[in-house]
Nanobody, 121 residues
Framework: VQVVESGGGLVQAGGSLRLSCAVSGPFGRILTIDWYRQAPEKEREFVVIDNWNDDITNYAAFVKGRFTIARDTAKKMLYLQMNNLQSDDTAVYFC???????????????WGQGTQVTVSS
């Protein structure tokens, strides 16, 4: 299973970026695709968890309506649209997926390598 992020970059405060996460590989089904981020010298924190099983999306409180996700189930991709970015949003953004190989099997988690988002003030 491969998880590949793209779309990071440098943006001025107040600007926008759209991150993409592509999941591929031989597996049964996706349970969730999630975005996390890790700022320098800070712990990794969740940004959004998108549950493909229950069609429920949970955003971290700090998102405050600035970030939204879009799902492409056919392509197995999740997009994170980030608006009104601030310097506190500077971090490496990671995508994680939880999948099942078989319906009654275990859950497996896979992480991408991350994409850097830098917001200049």
């Amino acid at each position: 299973v491969q998880v590949v992020e793209s779309g990071g970059g440098l943006v001025q405060a107040g600007g926008s970026l759209r991150l993409s996460c592509a999941v591929s590989g031989p597996f049964g089904r996706i349970l969730t695709i999630d975005w996390y981020r890790q700022a320098p010298e800070k712990e990794r924190e969740f940004v959004v968890i998108d549950n493909w099983n229950d069609d429920i999306t949970n955003y971290a409180a700090f998102v405050k309506g600035r970030f939204t996700i879009a799902r492409d189930t056919a392509k197995k991709m999740l997009y994170l649209q980030m608006n009104n970015l601030q310097s506190d949003d500077t971090a490496v953004y990671f995508c994680k997926t939880v999948i099942k190989y078989h319906d009654y099997g275990k859950d497996y988690s896979y992480w991408g390598q991350g994409t850097q988002v830098t917001v200049s003030s």
